[in-house]
C-alpha cells in the first residue's frame, strides 16, 4: 500500500504503542473520479488488542458526533439503536451501532459495495419465477449456466408506461440491450408489458405480490451472470429511486458492510487473486487457508458508507508470518518474494504481535458530505484536476536538463514506429 502507512501504523502497533492516530496526507493510485482526488488527507487510526467489535465501538461515536455538530440539523443513524445482522453462514447476530450488511448482501440488494440507504429500494432474486417457462429470454438464460440469476428491481408508484419507457430508453444509454419491465395498467386494469404478456395474469400476480408491489407499482428485470450485471442493477435501482423521488436526502445514513471476500478470481490472469487488502486477517486463520476453497473464506474487513459515498476502509490485521505467508501462496506469491516485499513486517511479526486493526477516514469526503457537494473538488483549496495537473500553477511541467541530473534521472524518449 505505497499510497498510505498502512505497514508503518502495523510496526508502530508491533513495538508497542498501543494507540496510534494522525491525520495523515496521502496519494490515490486509483483512477480519478468526482468523489476522488489524488491528493487527500485521512484520519488514520489503528489499534492492538482490539477485535471488530472494539474498532467498530471507537469510532462509530466520533462519526455520529462530527455529523450530528456539522450537519446542520439532518438526522444522523443513531448509534443507540438496535439492529439484527445475519452474516453469510446464516448466523444471527444482535447489536447496537450502524447497520451491518456483508459484502454478499450489500451487492445482492443494492449492486454495490457502498449502498445509498436513503433509497429504500432493495432487489430481489425472482429466477424461480422465470424458470419453467413463460417468458423465453429469461428461461433461456436461467438454463445457460445455473450460475445465471433473474433479479427484480420493484419501482413502487412506478406504474406507467411513459416511465418504463423512459427506464428502458436509459439502459440503452448505458450500453444494455434493455431493461424488461412489469407495470400496473390503469387502462386494463390488469398487470401490462412484454413480460406480463408472455408469463400471464395469475403467474405475473404471485411474482408482483412477492415483491410487496400492487396497483400504481412497476418493477424492472436483469438477467444473466450477477457478477457481470450487479453494478448495471445497482445503477437502475438508483436511477428509479431518484426518477420517483423515492429518496430523503435530508438525512445521514450510515452502515457498515462486512465481511469482504479474503480472494476473488481473477480472469484476466487466470488465478485467484487478493480482492481487497493482503494484509487483512482471514476469518478462520490459517485453518481456514488450509481447508476451505479461497474463494469462499472472509477477511475481517469493513468500510463505512454513508448516504452511498465509502468514508473509510479498514481492518483487523493478519499479525501472524505463518498466516500471512500462506495467504500470499494462495495469491500465487512465493515465500520469497514475500520475504523481499514484506521483509520488515514479516521480521517484526515474528518477534511477537499484538493482535491490531484500524481504518482511516477520508476527511475530505466527511466535508464534502457535510457541505453538501458531490465533487470533492469543490471543498479542496487549490484542488488538481482528474490527470492530477494544477492548472493555477502550470504544474507539472516539462523538467530542464539541470533538474533531471541533479537527481540522477535520465529520460527516455519512446521510438515512434
Known amino acids: 500500500l505505497p499510497q498510505a502507512p498502512q505497514q508503518f501504523k502495523q510496526l508502530l502497533m508491533v513495538s508497542g504503542f498501543d494507540r496510534y492516530f494522525q491525520i495523515a496526507p496521502c496519494f490515490r493510485d486509483e483512477d480519478l473520479r468526482a468523489d476522488r482526488s489524488l491528493e487527500f488527507y485521512q484520519l488514520d487510526v489503528e489499534m492492538s488488542f482490539v477485535t471488530q467489535e472494539d474498532v467498530f ?57 457502498k449502498p445509498d440507504l436513503r433509497n429504500p429500494i432493495k432487489m430481489q432474486v425472482v429466477s424461480d419465477h422465470f424458470r419453467n417457462g413463460g417468458f423465453g429470454l429469461f428461461a433461456k438464460i436461467l438454463g445457460a449456466d445455473e450460475k445465471n440469476a433473474v433479479w427484480a428491481i420493484p419501482a413502487p408508484t412506478g406504474g406507467s408506461r411513459a416511465f418504463c419507457d423512459r427506464m428502458n430508453s ?9 431493461l424488461g419491465y412489469i407495470f400496473w395498467s390503469d387502462d386494463q386494469g390488469a398487470w401490462g408489458g412484454p413480460i406480463a404478456k408472455n408469463l400471464g395474469q395469475e403467474p405475473t400476480e404471485a411474482l408482483m405480490s412477492s415483491l410487496g408491489l400492487g396497483k ?19 445503477l437502475a435501482r438508483t436511477r428509479v429511486g431518484t426518477e420517483l423521488k423515492l429518496i430523503d436526502e435530508n438525512q445521514f445514513k450510515f452502515c457498515w458492510i462486512v465481511d469482504f471476500p479474503m480472494f476473488e478470481w481473477s480472469e484476466e490472469e487466470k488465478k485467484v487473486d487478493f480482492s481487497h487488502n493482503p494484509f487483512s486477517m482471514p476469518q478462520g486463520g490459517l485453518e481456514a487457508l488450509e481447508t476451505q476453497d479461497p474463494l469462499t ?16 476502509s479498514g481492518a483487523i490485521r493478519n499479525h ?33 504481535a499484538p493482535p491490531h486493526g484500524g481504518l482511516a477516514p477520508g476527511i475530505d469526503r466527511i466535508v464534502m458530505l457535510l457541505a453538501g457537494e458531490t465533487a470533492i473538488r469543490e471543498v479542496i483549496a487549490f484542488p488538481l484536476n482528474q490527470q492530477g495537473e494544477d492548472l493555477l500553477m502550470n504544474a507539472p511541467t516539462e523538467a530542464e536538463e539541470r533538474q533531471l541530473k541533479d537527481v540522477h534521472i535520465r529520460t527516455a524518449v519512446p521510438i515512434k514506429v
Open 320 to 352: 501472524k508470518a505463518e498466516i500471512m505467508l500462506k495467504a500470499f501462496e494462495i495469491a500465487g506469491y512465493d515465500a520469497s518474494v514475500v520475504e523481499e516485499q514484506f521483509g520488515g513486517m514479516l521480521n517484526a511479526f515474528r518477534y511477537g
Open 170 to 178: 436509459w439502459a440503452q444509454g448505458e450500453g444494455q440491450p434493455g
Open 57 to 113: 465501538a471507537a469510532i462509530e461515536p466520533l462519526m455520529h458526533g462530527v455529523f450530528e455538530e456539522f450537519g446542520e440539523g439532518k438526522p444522523v443513524s443513531p448509534i443507540d439503536g438496535a439492529h439484527v445482522f445475519t452474516n453469510d453462514f446464516g448466523e444471527t447476530f444482535e447489536h447496537k451501532g450502524f447497520e451491518r450488511l456483508t459484502y454478499a448482501q450489500s451487492m445482492a440488494w443494492y449492486g454495490s459495495d
Open 297 to 312: 473464506i472472509r477477511a475481517f474487513q469493513y468500510d463505512i458508507v454513508c448516504n452511498g459515498y465509502e468514508l473509510c
Open 216 to 234: 400504481g407499482d412497476a418493477a424492472f428485470f436483469t438477467a444473466g451472470l450477477p457478477s457481470v450485471f450487479a453494478k448495471f442493477a445497482g
